[in-house]
């Protein structure tokens, strides 16, 4: 599979490296990328070569923290509208829905998802299949995301915790000084974990106009350069098969001119499958359609692609815990309040994303 890395996330590594008193020039040149591009978002690295600049800047600075030190000299621009997107959400867990949805802006070598649990909120980042990705890589990644998210979430204590699938090291105390938060070691997957009694609380910098038409932005940017991207070829055929009824896989596997069965085998290679794509599709659009006042509730049920409201219902609750209407009256009555809810500590290097 082919994975690759928006160039501008190369610029942010050398300058970190610049900042410790390397050149990254060298370093730059033997991992076989242009310096010249690393100022062009619609330019992609190949993940080989990102790999390879991971390798020597680790190799040269000599420290297996150097990623999360890399988080602090990343911009909001090197996120190509991703962190403004997640800026404009309503929500705590409508910014983390974005981060799941447009990851693969930043890159594609890896598989973002969320996880509920009846007390956790996981946000995943999980290796696909036959893809090596370096682990400083990844720890840069969420690290850059908890450090600008950390204003986002206006002072509530978001973020509980920090995952790592590497060995815990002879110096645990410097990992979690540098990500302020607890960190667990020798874990499964790479993680960042949530205050579940946070995820709906809403944003003082939310706006749901803009998010949309962030959304739109980062979605066309997505099919400019990853016409091939499976998981959103789905979603996209998803969408236009849900107001003609309840969505059929093998439809869709039809207009991508595939068997179900290669469908399902290459969504695995993905770490998702068709069933998680619907799901979290229509949990997505469920949200945007019932901001909209004038959208009945059986509206939204029958745009989404249900054939009863009773099974919109048994879906929803399965995603929020309430009815559509709960939620409706509760997301509605708050959008005109500042929001409220615990303080928290002094928030950590963190970027809750």
Not at 59 to 67: E, K, L, M, Q, V
Not at 177 to 190: K, Q
Not at 216 to 221: C, D, I, N, V
């Amino acid at each position: 599979m082919h994975a690759d890395t928006i160039a501008t996330w190369a610029q942010v590594i050398a300058r970190a490296l610049q900042a410790r008193g390397h050149d990254p020039l060298p370093l730059l040149r033997v991992a076989g990328i242009d310096p010249a591009t690393l100022h062009d978002c619609n330019l992609r690295i190949p993940l080989e070569r990102m790999s390879a600049l991971w390798r020597a800047a680790e190799r040269i600075t000599g420290d297996a923290c150097f990623g999360l030190q890399v988080a602090a000299h990343s911009l909001p621009t090197d996120f190509h509208g991703l962190l403004f997107a997640i800026q404009s959400s309503p929500t705590v867990g409508e910014a983390l829905d974005r981060v799941v949805r447009f990851s693969s802006v930043i890159s594609t070598s890896g598989q973002v998802s969320l996880e509920h649990g009846p007390d956790h909120c996981r946000l995943l980042y999980r290796q696909i299949a036959g893809v090596q990705v370096e682990q400083m890589a990844t720890e840069a990644l969420i690290a850059s995301g908890l450090r600008h998210a950390t204003p986002i979430w206006g002072g509530l204590d978001v973020v509980r915790r920090v995952h790592l699938a590497r060995p815990r090291p002879a110096d645990p105390q410097r990992w979690e000084a540098l990500f302020g938060l607890p960190v667990c070691f020798d874990a499964t997957h790479n993680a960042v974990d949530y205050e579940p009694r946070l995820i709906e609380i809403p944003l003082r910098s939310g706006n749901s106009e803009l998010a949309c038409t962030l959304d739109s932005s980062l979605s066309r940017y997505l099919e400019r350069l990853s016409r091939h991207a499976l998981p959103e070829l789905v979603r996209r055929s998803i969408i236009r098969q849900m107001p003609k009824g309840e969505v059929q896989q093998t439809v869709v596997a039809e207009e991508l001119g595939m068997s179900v069965r290669n469908l399902h085998r290459h969504l695995l290679r993905h770490a998702t499958t068709f069933k998680e794509l619907l799901d979290d599709t229509r949990r997505q659009l469920a949200f945007d359609y019932l901001r909209q006042s004038h959208c009945s509730v059986n509206e939204v049920c029958y745009r989404l692609g249900f054939n009863e409201p009773s099974s919109f219902n048994r879906a929803f609750r399965r995603w929020t815990g309430e009815s559509p209407g709960q939620w409706r009256q509760r997301a509605l009555g708050q959008a005109t309040r500042a929001p409220s809810g615990p303080s928290a500590r002094p928030g950590p290097l963190a970027l809750a994303v």
